[in-house]
T-cell receptor, first 114, second 113 residues
Framework: ELKVEQNPLFLSMQEGKNYTIYCNYS?????LYWYRQDPGKSLESLFV?????AVKQEGRLMASLDTKARLSTLHITAAVHDLSATYFC??????????????FGQGTILTVHP | DTEVTQTPKHLVMGMTNKKSLKCEQH?????MYWYKQKAKKPPELMFV???????INESVPSRFSPECPNSSLLNLHLHALQPEDSALYLC????????????FGSGTQLSVL
């Protein structure tokens, strides 16, 4: 069974600082997603990573994937208050009867304060 | 049109009520999904439809009954729910199961009294 673990689960950051959220997973997958969710809202897709060594950047967020280590990172550069949200990584179940299923990590609640 | 539309946005129902959640997309997607998300928890998959056929049922209680009447529409029929079923219900779609681009709707916030 695919397990996805994020850390930290809570992150309080000062504006302007850098930090990294980690996503570890237990079995191989063909794609990894990062989502953002604001309270009471739906999921906003940030990145889809498909292959080992993939790196994607959008604004102050950069995601990377190391399939050998079964690890993805979401790096935040010079945080601003608008980045406050919950961030999820999710893995696609690539085989068997669960093909098509996304398994989510627990989520990281990010708060950026002045 | 790159939207997945869910209605209603909010729903309050009693434990004896019957209600339905609706999800619609007009992107020609052939895979549609229902996820359930409890407060401060990650989304959990309930059902997947592929080409209007039920592909995955994650051992969901029978008080939740999905229906895919055509390729654009996905319903979730609710009957005799429990208060612990209160959650955000998210619909999603993708071109096919193997396609990595997944579109989520804005969700239905359900409260069961």
């Amino acid at each position: 069974e695919l397990k996805v673990e994020q850390n930290p689960l809570f992150l309080s950051m000062q504006e302007g600082k850098n930090y990294t959220i980690y996503c570890n997973y237990s079995t191989t997958s063909d794609r990894l997603y990062w989502y953002r969710q604001d309270p009471g809202k739906s999921l906003e897709s940030l990145f889809v990573l498909l292959s080992n060594g993939a790196v994607k950047q959008e604004g102050r967020l950069m995601a990377s994937l190391d399939t050998k280590a079964r690890l993805s990172t979401l790096h935040i550069t010079a945080a601003v208050h608008d980045l406050s949200a919950t961030y999820f990584c999710a893995l696609h179940n690539a085989g068997g009867t669960s093909y098509g299923k996304l398994t989510f990590g627990q989520g990281t609640i990010l708060t950026v304060h002045p | 049109d790159t939207e997945v539309t869910q209605t209603p946005k909010h729903l309050v129902m009693g434990m004896t009520n019957k209600k339905s959640l609706k999800c619609e997309q007009h992107m020609g997607h052939r895979a549609m999904y229902w996820y359930k998300q409890k407060a401060k928890k990650p989304p959990e998959l309930m059902f997947v439809y592929s080409y209007e056929k039920l592909s995955i049922n994650e051992s969901v209680p029978s008080r939740f009954s999905p229906e895919c009447p055509n390729s654009s529409l996905l319903n979730l029929h609710l009957h005799a729910l429990q208060p612990e079923d209160s959650a955000l219900y998210l619909c999603a779609s993708s071109q096919a199961l193997q396609n990595e681009k997944l579109f989520f709707g804005s969700g239905t916030q359900l409260s069961v009294l």
